[in-house]
């Protein structure tokens, strides 16, 4: 649980919020609930050159490239 004056700073959040402790290491994020999608931060040319990509990996085969 969050203080009250917390809660009002992040009441109008619209992207995710990296939260790190006094010295600055990172220890997690605050995803925002809206009801609206979030933006993609690829552009629409690059969805739908991944989208008509032909190569595609199964699980299996990304799982053996990492064993590597």
């Not at 290491?25 to 993609?40: D, F, H, K, W």
């Amino acid at each position: 649980m969050l203080p009250d004056e917390t809660l009002a700073q992040l009441h109008h959040l619209d992207r995710y919020l990296q939260v790190c402790d006094q010295t600055g290491r990172v220890l997690g994020y605050i995803t925002p609930a809206i009801n609206q999608p979030l933006e993609s931060p690829l552009s629409d040319a690059e969805l739908q050159r991944r989208i008509e990509e032909p190569e595609r990996l199964t699980t299996e085969e990304v799982l053996e490239h990492w064993e590597k």
